[in-house]
């Protein structure tokens, strides 16, 4: 299994709204990233696990907030989004964030709307 | 600090053309290049890398890329496209002993046309 999976595909939310955005892999990999990518702009990385800890926080506004509960999975939690938080929000896992570079594998994104 | 440009927002190029799609980057240490694909409506797809070695780097769908160390470029190459090659391509960069974060370029949208 090779494959990051995201759920929801889309998502629409108002700003008074707590929803949240799950990623899983099962491919034993113990970095995983989040990326907001707005449109016709590249991936800007948000935030980095490793080890299931948070190891790197790109100054992300507080109303983002991400969790590890194991390996295989991260959330991202979002609650009282502006509209300009609207994005594709993509995931991304790679093997072994201590042993130099590792591929990172890119799931299919969710699609963020904010109204 | 790194950077990485891409200077072409857009090529369009006829179907079965060749096509290059231009990277250079900057960084005050060694790095590890990377192209990546983006469909539409879909998450990134590596195409090809270059860590270390040969500089002409072979990947999939029948690209290619060249390491350029003196003129700190990394473009990407396709001697015929096709359709389906139409889609936005990222260059990034991961700096050594950065840990494994990639800054990527602005992107350039490749449109191949009949």
């Known amino acids: 299994d090779t494959e990051v999976t995201q759920t929801p595909k889309h998502l629409v939310m108002g700003m008074t709204n707590k929803k949240s955005l799950k990623c899983e892999q099962h491919?034993?990999?113990?970095?995983m990233y989040w990326y907001k990518q707005k449109a016709k702009k590249p991936p800007e990385l948000m935030f980095v696990?490793?080890?299931?800890?948070?190891?790197i926080n790109e100054s992300v506004p507080s109303r983002f907030s991400p969790e590890c509960p194991n390996s295989s999975l991260l959330n991202l939690h979002l609650h009282a989004l502006q509209p300009e938080d609207s994005a594709l929000y993509l995931c991304?896992?790679?093997?072994?964030?201590?042993?130099?570079?590792?591929?990172?594998?890119f799931g299919p994104g969710t699609r963020l709307t904010v109204l | 600090a790194q950077s990485v440009t891409q200077l072409d927002s857009q090529v369009p190029v006829f179907e079965e053309a060749p096509v290059e799609l231009r990277c250079n980057y900057s960084?005050?240490?060694?790095?590890?290049l990377f192209w990546y694909v983006q469909y539409p409506n879909q998450g990134l797809q590596l195409l090809l890398k270059?860590?270390?070695?040969?500089?002409l780097v072979k990947g999939i769908n029948g690209f290619e890329a060249e390491f350029n160390k003196s003129q700190t470029s990394f473009h990407l190459r396709k001697p015929s496209v096709h359709i389906s090659d139409t889609a936005e391509y990222f260059c990034?960069?991961?700096?050594?002993?950065?840990?494994?974060?990639?800054?990527f370029g602005t992107g350039t949208q490749l449109k191949v046309e009949l």
């Open positions: 991304a896992s790679s093997q072994d964030p201590g042993q130099g570079f590792n591929e990172q594998f």
């Open positions: 491919m034993g990999h113990r970095a």
């Open positions: 696990y490793s080890y299931e800890k948070l190891s």
């Open positions: 960084s005050s240490v060694s790095v590890y």
């Open positions: 270059y860590l270390s070695g040969s500089t």
């Open positions: 990034a960069v991961i700096h050594t002993g950065g840990g494994n974060k990639l800054t």
